[in-house]
């Protein structure tokens, strides 16, 4: 009953990091629509706290939207690697820490509706010094935020991005303080 099938898939674009698909599928009454359909290898996305307690956020223009955003430390998968790695990496290239302890925290379809995008989250702490290392055309910068201010963040749209906000609440449920940060409200 809920199922589509695939008639036909024309290519529509094909850049560095989407392609795009224009699919007609058969509906489950017989008839026929469109589905427009971002292709994308996936990516990971980190949760850093440092050893003070504070979550470790990025500061970066986002195109899109016209903004600077302010979200987890995150990229794309390479070509054949692993989410686990791409977390490492990513943190790294954006903050200049390893993590010594990573543990994924869950995976999410980012928009589900017209992507196939996965996003993996990782929550990484205990963290070391390392060397940051942006892709060359990449811009950011790395912060502390206490978690309770994190939460202000959200509520106050300084913190938009969803992946950024799941993240951040599944790190607090995580750590068992989900439940201390809601009794500040």
């Known amino acids: 009953m809920y199922s589509e099938k695939t008639v036909r898939t024309e290519s529509v674009y094909e850049g560095s990091i989407i392609h795009v698909e224009k699919l007609t599928v058969e509906l489950p009454n017989g008839k026929t ?17 440092t050893p003070e307690g504070d979550f470790l956020l990025v500061r970066q223009y986002r195109k899109p939207n016209e903004m600077v955003s302010i979200e987890i430390p995150a990229g794309k998968l390479d070509a054949g690697e692993d989410p686990e790695s791409c977390a490492i990496r990513e943190l790294e290239e954006e903050t200049g820490f390893r ?6 925290l869950f995976s999410m ?6 992507s196939d995008e996965i996003i993996h989250v990782f929550l990484a702490t205990n963290l070391l010094p390392g060397n940051p290392d942006p892709d060359e ?9 206490p978690f309770p201010e994190a939460l202000s963040m959200i509520r106050d749209g300084r913190i938009t991005d969803g992946k950024s906000i799941a993240g951040l609440y599944a790190a607090l449920d995580r750590m068992g303080l989900l439940k201390l940060a809601g009794s500040g409200r």
Do not use: M
């Open 99 to 104: 993590a010594a302890t990573l543990e994924k």
């Open 137 to 145: 055309d990449e811009f950011v910068s790395a912060f502390p935020v």
């Open 109 to 114: 379809q980012s928009t589900p509706g017209f």
């Open 33 to 49: 629509a469109t589905r427009d359909i971002v292709r994308h290898k996936g990516a990971s996305a980190v949760v850093p706290v």
